[in-house]
């Protein structure tokens, strides 16, 4: 990941780039089991929940949300020159 950085920052916004990388690796080592978990748990009322239990891939919904928000992180900055 910092090669990925290095490469496309430039070197006036480089350090900058380089001070959020420990703040995204967090929230994606939080944030993401949270949301794995939340949308495949079988003890709750929700649409997801229904849907698990009545699935034979029960997550595959989490992990179709989780490639969605990849899709549109990508589509977005992707757009973004630098």
Do not use: A, K, V
């Given at each position: 990941m910092p090669t990925v950085i290095g490469e496309l920052s430039n070197p006036s916004t480089r350090a900058a780039a380089f001070a959020y990388l420990p703040i995204?690796?967090?929230?994606?080592a939080v944030i993401g089991?949270?949301?794995?978990?939340?949308?495949?748990?079988?003890?709750s009322d929700t649409i997801f929940a229904q849907a698990a239990k009545d699935s034979?891939?029960?997550?595959?919904?989490?992990?179709?949300h989780i490639l969605t928000l990849l899709a549109s992180y990508y589509r977005i900055w992707s757009s973004v020159a630098y």
């Open positions: 995204f690796n967090w929230l994606g089991p949270l949301i794995g978990g939340l949308l495949s748990s079988s003890t034979r891939f029960p997550y595959l919904i989490p992990c179709f």
